[in-house]
């Protein structure tokens, strides 16, 4: 399945990604041992798409999320996997024809959630205790004591807690909010109560989700069925001085 030499053709096509912003140098030099790359990372996105057009007879795999409707996917007889570099599985490739042909195609979900969800929990931090806010009023000479109470100061520490989705994200945060000790309800309709209620979790609708928690976290994937979820509507119902970080994996998860 390769060219030349035999080794299997990989195209790495990650943009807005550089190829060295996935892989450290000895991954890359591995990746280049084993397979014949087809680095498709230049400053020309119309050579680029030229390039993969000419590549789709002899790729074994694509590492990236170039556009992949049917007849393209048609063009790639050796194609076995496409790895998006993406946190979420963009709508621009035919799932259903790979599906056909039995191409393996994976996210880079898992390995991101981690780090977002420390990032998540950071954010959460800073909106309890008004980290950034302190920080620009003391470089404005305005800065002023912190309180524990009231509208300026809460804790994370016995919280009411919502979780908006229990993907990879929510799993990956949820361990990290534990030492906290809070009371965490989730909204996410493609899991079955039970599965929540298993690791402490309290199964909630979305209202009561929002309504019920001092920091609400929006963590699910957006797909066309979930656009616009939460709205002006649904906000209004979240009590008064409640924090919202929003970290979903793609644009329109909450507008």
Known sequence: MGDGDGRPAVVVRPAPRRHDDLFAAEVWAELAERFRIIDLTGDDPAADEAALEAALPEVFAIVGQPDLPRERVARAPRLRAVLNVEGNFLPNEDY??????????????????????????????????????????????????????????????????????????????????????????????????SVLRERGLVPAPLDETVARSQFLFVLATATAENHHLLGP???????????????????????
């Open 96 to 193: 259903e024809a790979c599906f056909e042909r039995g191409i393996h195609v994976l996210a880079a979900g898992p390995a991101f959630a981690q780090p977002v969800a420390e990032y998540a929990l950071g954010l959460a931090l800073d909106l309890a205790r008004g980290i950034s806010r302190e920080d620009r009023a003391f470089r404005a000479g305005e800065e002023g004591r912190v309180p524990y109470g009231g509208g300026q100061g809460v804790l994370l520490r016995h919280a009411d807690v919502g979780l908006v989705g229990f993907g990879n994200l929510g799993r990956a945060l949820h361990p990290l909010l534990a030492p906290f000790q809070p009371t965490i309800r989730v909204f996410d309709p493609w899991l079955p109560p």
């Open 233 to 255: 509507r649904e906000l209004a119902l979240a009590p008064p001085g409640a924090r919202l970080v929003l970290v979903s994996p793609a644009p329109g998860g909450a507008e």
